[in-house]
């Protein structure tokens, strides 16, 4: 080996030992994990939304309120929209696994079909209700996740239509003349139409409660 090449090889293996070492100092010193910084800016998203409406939330009040500046929160979101419909994607996404497991557990019509309601709305709801921007940000939800409303709609629609049909084939049940799609699809917009018919998160819940009792006892008797 002359002595060039070995000259090559020592920078060669210099430089290897710089980037790993960079690479290294860049890992300990970088921003949280994607997951967890996403969650920060979307809880401070929820806040502002709650404390100052739709409308009125800047991107400034959602950065200030993770603690960044708005120039890195724009990194993760082009806009308060975007932010709004990840909230609202997150929210259905927890939902739907709320009802399936509640559909799929253990516990009387009655039990399963409650813990499914609750499930569907979830720790947002009374924020919802607390909030005075409540109906402004469930025009907004509506608005500008229309999509993922529609296709959850249809997906939970499926899925209490199973829990309906298995439970008449178990005989725990009865349907008559009414299709279990069906079933499910009114038992869906029932809930919805209390949101809009309530006028305080309390009154809400009676709302629900009671519909849920309803639609067991009209399953079962």
Same mark, same amino acid.
């Given at each position: +080996?002359?002595?060039?090449?070995? !000259?090559?090889?020592?920078? #060669?293996?210099?430089?290897?030992?710089?980037?790993?070492? !960079?690479?290294?100092?860049?890992?300990?010193? #970088?921003?949280? $994990?994607? %997951?967890?910084?996403?969650? @920060?800016?979307?809880?401070?998203?929820?806040?502002?939304?709650?404390?100052?409406?739709? /409308? /009125? $939330?800047? *991107?400034?009040?959602? =950065?200030?309120?993770?603690?960044?500046?708005?120039?890195?929160?724009?990194? &993760?979101?082009?806009?308060?929209?975007?932010?709004?419909?990840?909230?609202?994607?997150?929210?259905?996404?927890?939902?739907?696994?709320?009802?399936?497991?509640?559909?799929?557990?253990?516990?009387?019509? &009655?039990?399963?079909?409650?813990?499914?309601?609750?499930?569907?709305?979830?720790?947002?709801?009374?924020?919802?209700?607390?909030? %005075?921007?409540?109906?402004?940000?469930?025009?907004?939800?509506?608005?500008?996740?229309?999509?993922?409303?529609?296709?959850?709609?249809?997906? *939970?629609? @499926?899925?209490?239509?199973?829990?309906?049909?298995?439970?008449?084939?178990?005989? /725990?049940?009865? !349907?008559?003349? !009414? %299709? %279990?799609?069906? +079933?499910? &699809? $009114?038992?869906? =917009?029932?809930?919805?139409?209390?949101?809009?018919?309530?006028?305080?998160?309390?009154?809400?819940?009676?709302?629900?409660?009671?519909?849920?009792?309803?639609?067991?006892?009209?399953? $079962? @008797?």
């Amino acid at each position: +080996m002359n002595f060039v090449t070995k !000259c090559i090889q020592n920078v #060669s293996v210099s430089i290897d030992r710089i980037e790993r070492s !960079c690479n290294l100092r860049f890992m300990k010193h #970088s921003d949280p $994990t994607p %997951p967890i910084r996403e969650m @920060q800016i979307l809880d401070a998203a929820i806040a502002a939304f709650a404390s100052y409406g739709y /409308r /009125r $939330t800047s *991107m400034e009040d959602i =950065a200030n309120g993770a603690g960044m500046s708005r120039s890195a929160l724009y990194l &993760h979101y082009k806009n308060k929209e975007a932010i709004f419909q990840a909230i609202v994607s997150g929210y259905l996404s927890s939902a739907a696994e709320g009802i399936k497991a509640a559909m799929t557990g253990s516990g009387s019509v &009655h039990g399963q079909l409650h813990a499914a309601f609750v499930a569907k709305d979830g720790p947002v709801m009374a924020q919802l209700f607390d909030s %005075p921007h409540g109906a402004e940000l469930m025009d907004a939800g509506f608005a500008i996740g229309t999509e993922l409303f529609e296709q959850f709609s249809d997906r *939970m629609t @499926q899925v209490i239509a199973g829990w309906i049909s298995a439970g008449v084939e178990d005989q /725990r049940m009865r !349907c008559d003349g !009414c %299709p %279990p799609d069906v +079933m499910a &699809h $009114t038992i869906l =917009a029932a809930l919805v139409g209390q949101k809009k018919e309530a006028t305080c998160y309390e009154d809400y819940v009676q709302r629900r409660d009671c519909l849920a009792r309803m639609f067991a006892a009209a399953l $079962t @008797q």
